[in-house]
T-cell receptor, first 116, second 111 residues
Framework: SQTIHQWPATLVQPVGSPLSLECTVE??????LYWYRQAAGRGLQLLFY??????ISSEVPQNLSASRPQDRQFILSSKKLLLSDSGFYLC???????????????FGPGTRLTVL | RKEVEQDPGPFNVPEGATVAFNCTYS??????FFWYRQDCRKEPKLLMS???SGNEDGRFTAQLNRASQYISLLIRDSKLSDSATYLC????????????FGRGTSLIVHP
């Protein structure tokens, strides 16, 4: 069966510090990978998605970046964190099953980031 | 930007009640639909996909109305454990089939 891991589970960082969140998927090959952020009391905001190694699409311009160095590894980074970067960061994966638009997403446990 | 709208609630219902949520979407080219459940401070978990013909999973029934561009979730015989936020997701045709999440509907089931 497939599993998705995220770490760390919680993180407290000062403003201006760098960030690196990691996500890995097991039990599947060539997944689509996604990074979301959920601010307190808000909906899920898609940040980045990737359909393959080295292929990253950004949905929202900001001070974050993403990389996919391996098929089942997705990394979210920042050089300098802002207070507004606080939130619940979720990684998700999907596999195309029935053709266009039928992706089902499965989420990792998330990283709760607090920027002080 | 394409929108997916949900009533944030909260819907406050007694155990055993039947409750229904709707989710409207603005893009008529939407291709696939899902309901997720999210518990407080946890990741969303897939509840069920929504098929054109409607589908049922135990106490949960999902319906799709393409003409009016909404999906619905019906929960029968509500349990305390059903208390959560219910997110609808719409995948759009074209591009990379990016999912769009609604902000969620909060359900509180009380004794």
């Amino acid at each position: 069966s497939q599993t998705i891991h995220q770490w760390p589970a919680t993180l407290v960082q000062p403003v201006g510090s760098p960030l690196s969140l990691e996500c890995t998927v097991e039990g599947t090959s060539n997944p689509n990978l996604y990074w979301y952020r959920q601010a307190a009391g808000r909906g899920l905001q898609l940040l980045f998605y990737s359909v393959g190694i080295g292929q990253i699409s950004s949905e929202v311009p900001q001070n974050l970046s993403a990389s996919r160095p391996q098929d089942r590894q997705f990394i979210l980074s920042s050089k300098k964190l802002l207070l507004s970067d606080s939130g619940f960061y979720l990684c998700a994966w999907s596999v195309r099953r029935g053709g266009p638009g039928t992706d089902t997403q499965y989420f990792g446990p998330g990283t709760r980031l607090t920027v002080l | 930007r394409k929108e997916v709208e949900q009533d944030p609630g909260p819907f406050n219902v007694p155990e055993g009640a039947t409750v229904a949520f709707n989710c409207t979407y603005s893009n008529s080219a939407s291709q696939s639909f899902f309901w997720y459940r999210q518990d407080c401070r946890k990741e969303p978990k897939l509840l069920m996909s929504v098929y054109s013909s409607g589908n049922e999973d135990g106490r949960f029934t999902a319906q799709l109305n393409r003409a009016s561009q909404y999906i619905s979730l019906l929960i029968r015989d509500s349990k305390l454990s059903d208390s959560a936020t219910y997110l609808c997701v719409v995948n759009y045709l074209g591009g990379s089939y990016i999912p769009t999440f609604g902000r969620g509907t909060s359900l509180i089931v009380h004794p």
